[in-house]
């Protein structure tokens, strides 16, 4: 991969992620969100649709105008806490530039929306500015980019709901700013799409919800999704720790997915972690978890019958 890499670079630059806002930047395809695709259960066919989805969007928006078709690139992924929809929207874009084979390799990057909301007057929208104006337009204008917006509801607060205490001129300005480098972003760059994230949907300023072409909803997982996440967690510990195959054991597996409804893909992933700590007689030693240790662990996570 870092050998790839440095060939690709000399091709597409990357931007700089010390710069504000930036969390992440990579060429795709990526092994590290290969692994992220296939790692997410989601339930039957959401994930082909997502990609699907995805992939017409840059088919179309490349073909069609803006102003008979206006698709503004702009998927939103949300669901509570735990779900998959950063690792998903990451996989996500990965599949989507391995479907659509380009001159020019993929840029990904990834927003920190955090890092752009700043408590003094005017340098939060000077910083989404730079960010949509300047920085992701160059990017975008060398080739084809992906730019997930994690946890979009920091960015695009619903400007509505703003009290008049917290500084809110400046939050006003700073999601207009936004909006703006949004709608130019998606006016000049056809093989541009922006993946965006919430658990807080209705904190989402209404304006980039319609702005939205897409609006996909993450569940938590069911008994087979749940089976399934447990099951791939169990495997991974016991590549490393044979004696963890113990958790492998079908009926184990079924259990511990009858017990732990309720639980999300981030919990019942740690699940198989606190199995390993469960038993004083253990020591902590992974090659001694046992199946009753697993639904002890769920259990005491939450996990529901
Ligand atoms: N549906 C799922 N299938 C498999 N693993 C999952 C799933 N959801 C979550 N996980 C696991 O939990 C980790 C955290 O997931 P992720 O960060 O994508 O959740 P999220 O929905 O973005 O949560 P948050 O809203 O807290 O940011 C993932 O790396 C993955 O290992
Ligand atoms: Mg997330």
């Known amino acids: 991969m870092a050998r790839n890499a440095v060939r690709l670079d000399d091709v597409r630059r990357l931007p700089d992620t010390a710069a504000p806002g930036i969390a992440d930047a990579r ?15 989601l339930p039957d066919g959401m994930k082909q649709r997502m ?15 803006f102003d008979a078709l206006p698709l503004h690139g702009v998927l939103l992924l949300g669901g509570p806490p735990g779900v998959g929809k950063t690792a998903g929207a990451r996989g996500l874009s990965n599949q989507v530039a391995r479907t659509i084979n380009l001159e ?17 007057l005017g340098r939060s929208q000077r910083a989404v500015e730079q960010l949509f104006g300047t920085l992701l337009d160059e990017h975008a204008s060398a080739g084809p980019m992906i730019v997930l917006l994690d ?12 009290s008049m205490e917290s500084n809110p001129i400046d939050v006003h300005r700073a999601v207009d700013a936004a909006l703006v480098g949004l709608d130019r972003l998606a006016r000049r760059h056809r093989n541009l799409l922006v993946i965006a994230t919430t658990n807080f949907p209705d904190a989402i300023d209404p304006a980039l919800a319609s702005r939205a072409d897409w609006i996909f909803e993450i569940p938590r997982p069911d008994r087979d999704a749940r089976r399934a996440i ?3 967690t169990a495997a991974a510990v016991a590549a490393a720790f044979p004696g963890a195959d113990a958790l492998l054991n079908p009926d184990i597996l079924d259990q511990a997915a009858d017990r732990s409804a309720g639980l999300d893909g981030r919990q019942l992933r740690k699940a198989v972690a606190a199995a390993c700590a469960v038993r004083s ?3 902590g030693d992974p090659d001694q978890v046992t ?3 697993l639904a002890a662990a769920v259990s005491e996570m939450g996990g529901q019958r």
């Not at 990609?51 to 069609?64: D, E, M, Y």
């Not at 946890?151 to 703003?162: I, M, P, W």
Request: hydrophobic content about 45%.
């Open 27 to 41: 060429l795709l395809p990526d092994e590290e969100f290969s692994g992220a695709w296939s790692a997410i259960v």
């Open 51 to 65: 990609l699907r989805t995805a992939v017409a969007s840059v088919h179309l928006r490349s073909a069609v105008p």
């Open 104 to 120: 020019t390799p993929w840029l990904f990057v990834e927003v920190d929306p955090h890092a752009l909301a700043s408590s003094s």
């Open 151 to 162: 946890e979009v509801e920091t960015l695009f607060t619903d400007r509505s709901a703003l």
């Open 230 to 232: 447990l099951e791939h």
């Open 281 to 283: 007689g253990a020591k």
């Open 291 to 293: 199946g009753a240790d």
